[in-house]
Each structure stands twice: as structure tokens, then as C-alpha cells.
């Protein structure tokens, strides 16, 4: 574990809550906005929320300790305007950074208030120039390790629906007419109705699946231009690429060897690419993506 960086403070309260720990053991300090509630207390939050009024009193312990905060960073959406206000009011020094790691139309756009109070950075090239906002890549953790375990799939995909299911189901469906074996688990939307596996497999799960293919497959989805984390995955692991990312070509962990491209490469010879070996990449372009070096990038303004 690396030594606390007590200038930075993270909030992080996404989904993937297993990357908490890594934050951690990188030295990094993430924290949730809120201590943890009754169903009572939820329900006054939404209210406060709804008529803009103060929700302070819910907030962890970090309140207290924000004199000594240099930079804190907040994970997109939109909703954590409130500890935002907050913040700028117990110290007007701290430096606070906006990030968008999903696509702003799914995050929130960003609000007039969030513009004039933070400094707004996005993964998403396309988000960048529309919201005037600066770019730092996706990201991922150099010490999180897959288990072992025996090869099972060709390629797998888990993840939420997101517009994706057409295409998801087709890919499938060709590359096991290829004789691929394949493990495809496509959550649901939260508008779709319930169906087969609709379980959200947690991160933990997902990374023991993933030790058993040879490949992840990453279907972009539509209104996206920003990197998924299964090219970070892709790189870190050491697992072969099949994505429908053309763009990919232009990234330095790019590599023929490591990265099939749906439409674009042959795919008479995806067998062959995904029994192939990786190709090993400059240690220097897989530390470029640890979040060590992401947390660095918003140090130049």
C-alpha cells in the first residue's frame, strides 16, 4: 500500500465499488459524499435535493477536514452539485475537479453552477469539445489481479445493456458460427423489463470470469467516444481485444497482435488471433493508464 496523499481528496460512490479498496492501496483517499442512511433519511435527502436546499447534515466525516484539502475530485453525475456548494463555501482555495467518466448525456450535462465552480474534465473526447471541458484518459488499477484459472471461453462480455443487445446478440452469435466458445451476460436497462440473466454481476465475480476467456469483448455503445474499461482491462490483464472501436488504432496500447476490430479486421482469421499470444506492450504505455498517472494528469493546467 502507498503512502496517503492527503492534499486529495476523491469522491467516488459509482457503481464499481470494489475499486474503493484500490483507491486505497494507491493512496488515494475515496470517500462517499454521504454516511450511511436509513430508508427514513433517504427520502428527506431526495426532498432537500428536489427544493435545492442544504443536505450537510448527511455528509461523512470528510466535512470536517476540508481546511487541509489542496484538490478533491468528484465522479460525475450531475446530482453532487449540493457537496459541491458546500465545499466552495468551507474553503474557497480547494481546487475541485469535475470528471465525467461516462458520456455526459447519461452523467448530467453540466449545469451553469458546475461551469463557473469546478474545473470540468471528461474521458470522452466528443464531450470535451461540445462542453467545453479539458480530456484525461479512462483509467484503471496496476494491482488489481485476475485469479487463476482454467481457460474456459474464447471471449466473454458482461455489462449493462446501454442500446447495445442487437449488436451484442449478433457478435455472439457469429463467433460461436466461427466455433468460438462464448460467454455473453447482458444486464438489462433499468427501462427494459426484467429477463434472462439480469443479475449485475459485482466487479469481483466479473474478474473471475474474465480469468477463464482468452478474450473481452467491448462493443462501444452509440454516443460514445471515450475508451470502456475493457481496453484498460484488455491491458492490464493481458487479454486479447474484440471491439467494434475503429478509432482504437489511434491509442498507444494499440497492437494487430492484441486488438481484433469488428468490421474492419478478417474475420477468417479471428480464431487464429485469439489463440495467438499477446503481445507484450512498453511497460511505460500500460503505467500511462494506472491511476496513479490519471491523478497526475489533472496536476497540469
Known amino acids: 500500500m502507498e503512502e496517503l496523499n492527503k492534499d486529495i481528496l476523491i469522491f467516488y460512490d459509482n457503481s464499481i465499488e470494489f475499486f474503493r479498496t484500490h483507491f486505497t492501496n494507491k493512496g488515494f483517499r475515496a470517500v462517499s459524499i454521504y454516511r450511511k442512511s436509513t430508508i427514513f433519511s433517504k427520502v428527506i435527502k431526495v426532498i432537500l435535493r428536489y427544493f435545492k436546499l442544504s443536505q450537510a447534515y448527511w455528509y461523512d466525516d470528510w466535512k470536517k477536514g476540508l481546511s487541509s484539502i489542496k484538490t478533491v475530485i468528484f465522479f460525475a453525475p450531475q446530482k453532487r452539485t449540493c457537496a459541491v456548494r458546500y465545499i466552495k463555501k468551507a474553503n474557497k482555495n480547494i481546487r475541485i475537479i469535475y470528471w465525467y467518466w461516462n458520456p455526459a448525456f447519461r452523467s448530467g450535462v453540466p449545469s451553469s453552477h458546475l461551469s463557473n465552480t469546478t474545473e470540468l474534465w471528461s474521458f470522452d473526447p466528443d464531450d470535451c469539445l461540445k462542453y467545453n471541458m479539458r480530456f484525461n484518459t479512462t483509467f484503471f488499477f496496476d494491482d488489481i489481479l485476475l485469479p487463476h484459472n482454467t481457460i474456459e471461453f474464447d471471449a466473454v462480455f458482461i455489462g449493462i445493456n ?34 434472462k440473466n439480469c443479475r449485475e454481476i459485482p466487479y469481483e465475480e466479473y474478474l473471475g470470469l474474465v480469468s477463464k476467456a482468452k478474450a473481452i469483448v467491448d462493443v462501444k455503445p452509440i454516443g460514445q467516444s471515450g475508451l470502456t474499461l475493457r481496453p484498460m482491462e484488455s491491458t492490464f490483464f493481458k487479454k486479447k481485444l474484440i471491439t467494434n472501436d475503429v478509432s482504437i488504432v489511434s491509442q498507444d496500447f494499440y497492437h494487430p497482435e492484441n486488438v481484433f476490430i469488428i468490421g474492419r479486421d478478417n474475420k477468417q482469421y479471428l480464431k487464429k488471433f485469439i489463440d495467438s499470444p499477446f503481445k507484450e506492450l512498453d511497460p511505460s504505455i500500460v503505467k500511462n493508464y494506472d491511476v496513479s498517472s490519471w491523478v497526475e494528469r489533472f496536476s497540469v493546467k
Open 162 to 195: 446501454k442500446g447495445r443487445k442487437e449488436s451484442l446478440n449478433k457478435l455472439e452469435s457469429d463467433l460461436n458460427k466461427s466455433g468460438l466458445r462464448t460467454y455473453f451476460h447482458i444486464v438489462p436497462d433499468k427501462n427494459e423489463s426484467s429477463q
